[in-house]
């Protein structure tokens, strides 16, 4: 425990420890130590106190020792600042302020900690110069730590951190519903995944806690699924609701072992026919994409012209003159798409269209922007912006449809298949548009969305299920959309076989499938 000097509150305690009184009889003995009346033991941290004057914490693993000498030096610090501020407080005839900050070396150093880690600074920004002079000159009794103390604090607090999960985890968590997902850095060649939980809380607030950042080995499904059961474990999380991934062909490996592994610790509900939840933003994005294929070169003309505004100052303000020239009212700017990222590329089109005059003005005045575009495929051509018009509406749908389903702060698995089934209508509706381009993109997605979602053995009954529990909907809101969607034959199907889920669901819950079993065995 490091010497502290402190600047203490004016109320001070007793100058001496008060004892609790004994308890009588010659059975009586003290269960705890006085020293308890000035500490708190830290919930979700084993034998560690706080103290009561200063809020630091205090580990009494080998006794109470460590606090008895730490409360010392407390009431010592407390009553020498007392007098001090009694003296200065008569001479100058003011009443000192009750409020005086203490500054307490342990403390600090645990926020300057957790200020590295929550706004994500480098361990060598705590030695700069600058940054310790400013630290220096707002407290000069700090001792500023070097960055290999500081990694060594950020591990420790990571570790508390995880104990304190744990044991909320624990408490709070019945169901977990998981997302993974892996990527391979383009500089070092190294694979990592990631694996986030959501889950309700006791007090039926949607939590998302990310679990674990590691590097993994490769790529195949029996690696990630190993990955994830170690995870799991190290968590003791094993009551797994669904597992959220995207459609790589590894993932199905990956949801086929932890199947495997989590029907062993019976822990999967509907005996884990379930367990895959596909990633409906990444079905979505290879649905747009396929359909984007048949007007991609008008699409990649516009993307040019964007990104030649936007490759330096002069030609961005060259570009800004002609939006004034043409009196465009549009308080917007142009914004480069990224390629992998369909969304992005509906946001450059709508931007870049309303700007189209300034665009055809440009051409005219800035004959560098003719030569760089004839280098590739050239300019947008008046076919280009019709194209980029006409399907802007298509896109849109699936722009909000991604925007609903992609929330975060709240439960959004009720909207899922709602925006599936309001997307296949669209999608058949444009199959029968009058414009050939638009017809043939609807077509081609049409064949991408029947892939994931076009046939009843394809879909997850628990997103229907989500649906029936909506009181906005309820079972048949369900029944009519099945019908809707699939036909009688198939909806029926669908029908039966979510009726099937909800009694089985149902029973899971009610506890009597574990009595069936006991009675089986």
């Known amino acids: 425990m490091s010497e502290r000097e402190e600047y203490s509150n004016p109320a001070v305690p007793s100058a001496h420890l008060s004892l609790p009184p004994q308890p009588s009889g010659s059975f009586g003995r003290k269960n705890r130590s006085e020293i308890w009346e000035h500490f708190i033991p830290i919930e979700g941290i084993e034998k560690y106190a706080r103290c009561k004057n200063c809020n630091g914490q205090i580990k009494y693993a080998g006794g109470t020792s460590a606090m008895r000498q730490h409360w010392k030096r407390c009431f010592e610090s407390n009553n020498e600042q007392s007098k001090r501020q009694r003296i200065e407080g008569g001479t100058s005839g003011l009443i000192s302020s009750p409020s005086v900050t203490k500054f307490d070396q342990a403390v600090t150093r645990s926020i300057l900690t957790e200020m590295f880690v929550t706004e ?12 310790r002079r400013l630290l ?28 304190k999960l744990q044991s909320y985890l624990s408490h709070h968590c019945q169901k977990v519903c998981l997302t993974t997902d892996t990527w391979t850095t383009s500089s070092q060649n190294l694979t990592y995944m990631s694996l986030t939980a959501h889950f309700i809380d006791n007090d039926w607030k949607l939590q998302k806690k990310i679990l674990n950042f590691c590097r993994v080995e490769g790529h195949s499904g029996e690696v990630l699924g190993r990955a994830i059961e170690g995870c799991l474990d190290a968590w003791k999380l094993h009551q797994v609701f669904t597992v959220t991934v995207d459609n790589a062909t590894s993932n199905d490996g990956a949801i086929l072992y932890l199947k495997k592994r ?12 379930y367990l895959h939840m596909r990633c409906c933003a990444h079905i979505l994005n290879l649905i747009v994409k396929d359909g984007l294929k048949e007007i991609d070169d008008s699409i990649t003309r516009i993307r040019n012209a964007v990104k030649y505004v936007k490759s330096s100052p002069m030609r961005c303000e060259s570009f800004k003159a002609c939006i004034e020239r043409e009196s465009i009212n549009y308080k917007g700017f142009v914004s480069l798409d990224v390629e992998t990222r369909w969304n992005s590329t509906y ?8 700007l189209r005059a300034a665009f055809d003005l440009l051409e005219l005045q800035d004959d560098k922007y003719i030569n ?32 609903h389903i992609s929330r975060s702060l709240y439960v959004s698995s009720n909207k899922y298949m ?22 043939l993109m609807a077509s081609k997605m049409q064949r991408k969305y029947d892939k994931y979602w076009g046939t009843p053995n394809v879909i997850n009954m628990l997103l229907l299920i989500a649906i029936v529990l909506d009181p906005c909907h309820k079972l048949d809101f369900v029944n009519w959309i099945l019908d809707e969607s699939f036909g009688v034959e198939k909806g029926g199907e669908l ?16 506890g009597k499938e574990d009595e069936s079993q006991s009675k089986m065995q």
Request: with cysteine; charged share 25%; proline share 4%.
């Open 120 to 131: 994500e600074l480098p361990f060598q920004f705590v030695e700069r110069n600058v940054f």
């Open 136 to 163: 220096h000159s707002m407290q000069p009794k700090f001792k500023i730590p070097s960055r290999t103390t500081l990694a060594r604090d950020i591990l420790s607090f990571y570790e508390t951190e995880k104990m």
């Open 495 to 510: 029908k039966s076989k979510l009726f099937t889920c909800l009694n089985s669901l149902y029973n899971h819950y009610q």
């Open 372 to 403: 760089e575009m004839s280098k590739s495929y050239g300019v947008p051509t008046d076919d280009d912006w019709t194209n980029a018009e006409s399907i802007l509406p298509f896109l849109k749908i699936f722009y909000d449809a991604t925007l």
């Open 418 to 439: 709602k925006e599936v089934f309001s997307i296949r209508r669209k999608i058949k509706l444009h199959c029968e548009n009058t414009d050939l381009s638009i017809r």
């Open 347 to 354: 946001l450059m089109l709508e931007a870049a269209l309303k």
């Open 262 to 273: 989590l029907n062993a610790w019976n822990s999967l509900v509907l005996k884990g026919d």
